[in-house]
């Protein structure tokens, strides 16, 4: 059975910061793998996606993401935070191309100025 | 394309009353699925389908019917509602074949079940 597990319901930065929201996920089979983000009262945009071309992987607003076989992780970073970043991100795993996801509980980032 | 698009946006029912939320995509998509949104729950598969005619439960189907009568349309219905489905529900769309398949959501319908 697949399972994601994020590290961290709630993580907050100051603008211009790191910013690193850490997902694992348990897998039989080699994993796609998502992030999502999703603003408040909005639906659900995808970030990035890993399908096995390339380790590291770039999304829209500057994130990404680089999967990590060895440690069965799929962390999303961006170099410096932006007021807009604030929202809620979920990783999510698949074990076929177009099938229905596994969701993590979700991540909220908080951005101060 | 208008992609995946849900009615309503927002609904209030009382308990044991019967509902159906709507969902349409116009990508040509094979699979669609429903998702349930509860605050730290993330995201949980309600039922899902791989085509016209075919569908299948996921992690929490109970209360819940679906049907797939054509490849737009996936409707969702609550059968007799309860507060335990106050909720926000998604409806998905993505291809089974090319590329990753990545879901397309559609903007959701918050429900109130009194």
């Known amino acids: 059975a697949q399972s994601v597990t994020q590290l961290g319901s709630h993580v907050s930065v100051s603008e211009g910061a790191l910013v690193l929201l850490r997902c694992n996920y348990s897998s039989s089979v080699p994993p796609y793998l998502f992030w999502y983000v999703q603003y408040p009262n909005q639906g659900l945009q995808l970030l990035l996606k890993?399908?096995?071309?390339?380790?590291l992987v770039k999304g829209i607003n500057g994130f990404e993401a680089e999967f990590k076989k060895s440690e069965t992780s799929f962390h999303l970073t961006k170099p410096s935070a932006h007021m807009s970043d604030a929202a809620e991100y979920f990783c999510a795993v698949s074990s076929q191309a177009g099938t229905a996801l596994i969701f993590g509980k979700g991540t909220t980032l908080s951005v101060s100025s | 394309n208008a992609g995946v698009t849900q009615t309503p946006k927002f609904q209030v029912l009382k308990t044991g009353q019967s509902m159906t939320l709507q969902c349409a995509q116009d990508m040509n998509h094979e699979y669609m699925s429903w998702y349930r949104q509860d605050p730290g729950m993330g995201l949980r598969l309600i039922h899902y389908s791989v085509g016209a005619g075919i569908t299948d439960q996921g992690e929490v189907p109970n209360g819940y019917n679906v049907s797939r009568s054509t490849t737009e349309d996936f409707p969702l219905r609550l059968l007799s509602a309860a507060p335990s489905q106050t909720s926000v529900y998604f409806c998905?769309?993505?291809?089974?074949?090319?590329?990753?398949?990545?879901?397309?959501f559609g903007p959701g319908t918050r429900l109130t079940v009194l």
């Open positions: 890993y399908t096995s071309a390339a380790t």
């Open positions: 998905a769309s993505s291809a089974t074949s090319g590329g990753a398949g990545e879901q397309f």
